[in-house]
């Protein structure tokens, strides 16, 4: 009976002890909420602590013990944790909205001549193309009969270099062709073909050939070459 007597004390003694703990686990939670409330009271309403008695006020102003700023230890807390003002948010926010304004418009920029590069290469290939379709021809006729080259006529006649001068295509066609080149719709050629003369050549034995493409945006991508009478 002693024993059993014992074990209940025991038991008791640790149940209380445990209830103990629980409490002031929960009234040092409730402590640490309450000071965290008033020092962010006397944070935002200085005034309150003007008002408020003077141990109140000793306490908060007192020097902290070791402390090499000479702050209270309130005080050393709420400089710690100090937050952002209203004007820092607002300078935040107008700093961020001037870089990220600079940042889009870089990149529209940047996107919208990315395709430029495209548009060229396309117009310089139709020039070099048509370049060499007319450098390909015979320079005299060896027939003596001629015709004036148009999209039309361009595959089923004979033509010579000359017969291209003047010759001009909305939209980049095929040699034999009624259609534009798909995509190249919007690109426009025009030839002149005129006789400078090269070096010690004579000007009737050369010609000077010009192709000239206008790309979609409006922009002339020429090329020239020489042809001879050889």
């Not at 003077?54 to 702050?71: K, S, T, V």
């Not at 370049?131 to 004979?158: C, H, K, M, P, W």
């Not at 000359?162 to 010759?167: E, M, Q, R, T, V």
């Amino acid at each position: 009976m002693c024993i059993e007597a014992t074990r209940k004390v025991v038991a008791n003694g640790d149940h209380l002890t445990r209830s103990t703990a629980e409490q002031n686990y929960r009234l040092l939670q409730e402590i640490e909420a309450n000071s965290s409330f008033l020092l962010m009271a006397y944070q935002q309403n200085p005034q309150l602590l003007e008002r408020d008695e003077a141990r109140i006020r000793e306490l908060i102003e007192m020097p902290a013990h070791g402390a090499d700023n000479n702050l209270s230890p309130v005080l050393s807390h709420l400089s710690s944790e100090r937050g952002t003002s209203l004007i820092e948010l607002v300078m935040f926010i107008v700093i961020v909205s001037v870089a990220l304004a600079g940042i889009l418009l870089v990149m529209n920029t940047t996107t919208k001549n990315s395709a430029d590069p495209l548009i060229r290469k396309q117009a310089v290939a139709a020039a070099e193309s048509l370049l060499e379709e007319i450098e390909l021809q015979d320079f005299i006729s060896a027939s003596g009969v001629t015709n004036t080259v148009t999209q039309a006529n361009r595959a089923a006649e004979y033509h010579i270099v000359s017969n291209y001068n003047a010759f001009a295509t909305t939209g980049i066609f095929p040699v034999s062709g009624v259609a534009p080149i798909a995509g190249l719709e919007n690109y426009n050629a025009n030839v002149a073909i005129t006789n400078p003369g090269l070096g010690g050549i004579a000007p009737a034995s050369t010609v000077l050939i010009t192709v000239t493409v206008t790309d979609p945006q409006g922009n002339d991508i020429q090329i020239s070459g020489y042809r001879t009478a050889y």
